[in-house]
Nanobody
């Protein structure tokens, strides 16, 4: 199982950024994929999750209405479109799966390497 996150960078407050996660090594469309983040000095926290076949989504309250998670099962890709970015969104973002039918948690086994998003003027 491999997860490769990319797309991070420096963006001004109010700006937008799209993260990508390339997955391989498992039956991609069968399992939920989640995005987690870890702010400097903070703990890993769930941001969004998208299920496999029916693509149901769930968001944390802190990003609801600003972030959109999506997936392309034909390309084994998951995306996180981030709009109206705030300084508190600064973090390393990870894509995660648990190879179960449930959204991943902080104790899930399979994590990508992370991509840094910095929101600053």
């Amino acid at each position: 199982v491999q997860l490769q996150a990319s797309g991070g960078g420096l963006v001004q407050p109010g700006g937008s950024l799209t993260l990508s996660c390339a997955a391989s090594g498992f039956t991609f469309n069968s399992y939920p994929i989640g995005w987690f983040r870890q702010a400097p000095g903070g703990e890993h926290k769930g941001v969004a999750c998208i299920s496999g076949i029916n693509e149901a989504v769930v968001y944390s309250e802190s990003v609801k209405g600003r972030f959109t998670i999506s997936r392309d099962n034909a390309k084994n890709m998951v995306y996180l479109q981030m709009n109206s970015l705030k300084a508190e969104d600064t973090a390393v973002y990870y894509c995660v799966t648990d190879l179960t039918r449930q959204c991943p948690t902080v104790t899930s086994h399979y994590w990508g390497q992370g991509t840094l998003v910095t929101v600053s003027s």
